[in-house]
């Protein structure tokens, strides 16, 4: 599976970006979607990650304020950012895997190039 991922951007604090994972082939037969993001002198990040049972799972950080969704037909995993702050700057990664250990465990079969996200103070 490919993925290719986009949305990114500089926006202010409180602003939102909607990131798009788009992937080659059918997302319905993949367990699991996720975004990782990775900030400068950070480590990677697990930020969501959505299911085929569309069950999802947020880090802390970001409960309450981001959503993953998906849209099987359009093949697509979106990551809906609202109340962005300075603290949510970053590479975001799409990444994908059929076992959700994988994903939990920072080790996806499938990665996405990144997209940056900048939130200025």
């Known amino acids: 599976v490919q993925l290719q991922a986009s949305g990114g951007g500089l926006v202010q604090t409180g602003e939102s970006l909607r990131l798009s994972c788009a992937t080659s082939?059918?997302?319905?037969?993949?367990?699991?979607v996720a975004w990782y993001r990775q900030a400068p002198g950070k480590l990677r990040e697990l930020v969501a990650g959505?299911?085929?049972?569309?069950?999802?799972t947020y880090a802390d950080s970001v409960k309450g304020r981001f959503t993953i969704s998906r849209d099987n037909a359009k093949n697509t995993v979106y990551l809906h950012m609202n109340n962005l702050k300075p603290e949510d700057t970053g590479v975001y990664h799409c990444?994908?895997?059929?076992?959700?250990?994988?994903?939990?465990?920072?080790?996806?079969?499938?990665w996405g190039q990144g997209t940056q996200v900048t939130v200025s103070s």
């Open positions: 990444a994908a895997d059929k076992v959700w250990s994988a994903i939990r465990e920072g080790r996806p079969s499938s």
């Open positions: 082939g059918s997302i319905s037969s993949i367990t699991t």
């Open positions: 959505i299911s085929t049972g569309d069950s999802t």
